[in-house]
């Protein structure tokens, strides 16, 4: 079983530069698609980033030029540089790692104020 714990999320005014970590512990041998979801209120769940064990990432159309994801596999850390942000990005965002299950992260709070 795998273990993520995020951290980094915050209040932040628009324009603003946040940086999100999620590590990694337990059966983390292994490991494929590392990334970052989101939820706002009232809203679903969606993919913001994904980065797989190989490097390759992909991002949501709405994050594009402005978040990017990289991996630490020695430290076996992902994380979200978020730049420009918006109020629109004001939501819980989850960590979420691949083996042969997905596992979650606790979510962390990203608040962007206008």
């Known amino acids: 079983q795998v273990q993520l714990v995020e951290s980094g999320g915050g209040l932040v005014q628009a324009g603003g530069s946040l940086r999100l970590s999620c590590a990694a512990s337990?059966?983390?041998?292994?490991?494929?698609?590392m990334g970052w979801y989101r939820q706002a209120p009232g809203k679903q769940r969606e993919l913001v980033a994904r980065?797989?064990?190989?490097?390759?990432?992909n991002y949501a159309d709405s994050v594009k030029g402005r978040f990017t994801i990289s991996r630490d596999t020695a430290k076996n850390t992902v994380y979200l540089q978020m730049s420009s942000l918006k109020p629109e990005d004001t939501a819980v965002y989850y960590c979420?790692?691949?083996?042969?299950?997905?596992?979650w992260g606790q979510g962390t709070q990203v608040t962007v104020s206008s």
């Open positions: 980065i797989t064990n190989l490097g390759s990432t």
């Open positions: 337990g059966s983390i041998f292994s490991l494929d698609n």
């Open positions: 979420f790692a691949d083996k042969t299950v997905r596992s």
